[in-house]
T-cell receptor
């Protein structure tokens, strides 16, 4: 059982570069989420998708865009990376309600 | 903005000891979740509590939701090294997204 799969696991970018973080789940879950985790800040919600075809902003959406490509996949895009976006990014999914299953994260450093 | 305060921030104990960690807020939550996160991995959902005063047990872990649904506690009996990790609480209020606390980092020494 793969659960929630995130790619890449590690990435280093230069300021101003763009990239897309990929997330896929194989549990037929309706809801998917993107969080960032920073030291001393806990997990903060960036965007979520309650169902295929819908996306909503979370607590810290600025500088990010998302696409719910289909029921399985939910991607997070940084159009112009900034050092403040250095973080560990987690994707999660659930049948509905609250996130149940998390991926193992993408560790992103922006120089 | 709801805030969830977790205490203690760090806890180091010997194998076999008991411990309690706390999650407090001034907000009322419709549900509260506890997660455990190990280094290099994502959080794993342990339990969801929804009713004030509710107590749930998961092997040696006992979770309690406060009567007023503003606070919760996690008690571990006879801690083992495998219990080491970051324990996160997260609360849901109304239509707002889930809010996470900053976590309690537990180290159980053999």
């Amino acid at each position: 059982n793969a659960g929630v799969t995130q790619t890449p696991k590690f990435q280093v970018l230069k300021t101003g570069q763009s990239m897309t973080l990929q997330c896929a789940q194989d549990m037929n879950h309706n809801s998917m989420y993107w969080y960032r985790q920073d030291p001393g800040m806990g997990l903060r919600l960036i965007y979520y998708s309650a169902s295929e075809g819908t996306t909503d902003k979370g607590e810290v959406p600025n500088g990010y865009n998302v696409s719910r490509l289909n029921k399985r996949e939910f991607s997070l895009r940084l159009e112009s990376a900034a050092p403040s976006q250095t973080s560990v990014y987690f994707c999660a999914s659930s049948k509905g309600g609250q996130p149940q299953h998390f991926g193992d994260g993408t560790r992103l450093s922006i120089l | 903005t709801q805030l969830l305060e977790q205490s203690p921030q760090f806890l180091s104990i010997q194998e076999g000891e008991n411990l309690t960690v706390y999650c407090n807020s001034s907000s009322v939550f419709s549900s509260l979740q506890w997660y455990r996160q190990e280094p290099g991995e994502g959080p794993v959902l342990l339990v969801t509590v929804v009713t004030g005063g509710e107590v749930k047990k998961l092997k040696r872990l006992t979770f309690q939701f406060g009567d007023a649904r503003k606070d919760s506690s996690l008690h571990i009996t006879a801690a083992q090294p495998g219990d080491t990790g970051l324990y996160l609480c997260a609360g849901k209020a109304g239509n707002t997204p889930l809010v996470f606390g900053k976590g309690t980092r537990l180290s159980v020494i053999a």
